[in-house]
Antibody, heavy 117, light 111 residues
Framework: EVQLVESGGGLVQPGGSLRLSCAAS????????MNWVRQAPGKGLEWVSY????????YYADSVKGRFTISRDNAKNSLYLQMNSLRAEDTAVYYC??????????WGQGTLVTVSS | NFMLTQPHSVSESPGKTVTISCTRS????????VQWYQQRPGSSPTTVIY?????PSGVPDRFSGSIDSSSNSASLTISGLKTEDEADYYC??????????FGTGTKVTVL
């Protein structure tokens, strides 16, 4: 059974940093591209970042480019999102999502990031 | 770049059929596959339709997807509506410049 479990969310002040993790199991993690998708409270879904299976290709949404860094450790079956210079508008539930060929076939349960003073 | 616009909400009685539209603002709806995700309250999204009209295993055949080039839109149809279908539904497609595009979302209420 495919499982994606996010962690690392919490309350952080504007301008602060946070590192999210996603532990994958139930599939060959190193063979799959991965993404982060977020959802602000009461709002819709927004794609954040993509990483190829090897980690050699990375893309970001304009809203986070230059502030967020996606990475992965295939030996640890883990995906990460380093978030710096956080803003109030980054407040959201962050989902780890497996790539199913230009869509998201499995999602984690999400981790809440709240940016507030 | 393009946007995907959905109706804010739709409602229908149990057993009936509901159709949700997803209209692409520019470019052809047929140029990239459309997916549909269901998000029940308090839960993460799950895929109900991928590649315009394909159902993942485990998704009942009450769910179907289609595209209409004349209206430049995709549609998700849920037939034999059940209370468990009450959820938010999002369409999603792909754009070569901004990558993944989500629709605005539709709240389905089963009366």
């Amino acid at each position: 059974e495919v499982q994606l479990v996010e962690s690392g969310g919490g309350l952080v002040q504007p301008g602060g940093s946070l590192r999210l993790s996603c532990a994958a199991s139930g599939f060959t993690f190193s063979s799959y591209e991965m993404n982060w998708v977020r959802q602000a409270p009461g709002k819709g879904l927004e794609w954040v970042s993509y990483i190829s299976s090897s980690g050699s290709t990375i893309y970001y949404a304009d809203s986070v480019k230059g502030r967020f860094t996606i990475s992965r450790d295939n030996a640890k079956n883990s995906l990460y999102l380093q978030m710096n210079s956080l803003r109030a508008e980054d407040t959201a539930v962050y989902y780890c999502a497996r790539e199913g060929d230009l869509f998201f076939d499995y999602w984690g349960q999400g981790t809440l990031v709240t940016v507030s003073s | 770049n393009f946007m995907l616009t959905q109706p804010h909400s739709v409602s229908e009685s149990p057993g009936k059929t509901v159709t949700i539209s997803c209209t692409r603002s520019s470019g052809s709806i047929a140029s990239n596959y459309v997916q549909w995700y269901q998000q029940r309250p308090g839960s993460s999204p799950t895929t109900v339709i991928y590649e315009d009209n394909q159902r993942p295993s485990g998704v009942p055949d009450r769910f179907s997807g289609s595209i209409d080039s004349s209206s430049n839109s995709a549609s998700l149809t849920i037939s034999g509506l059940k209370t468990e279908d009450e959820a938010d539904y999002y369409c999603q497609s792909y754009d070569s410049s901004i990558l993944y595009v989500f629709g605005t979302g539709t709240k389905v209420t089963v009366l």
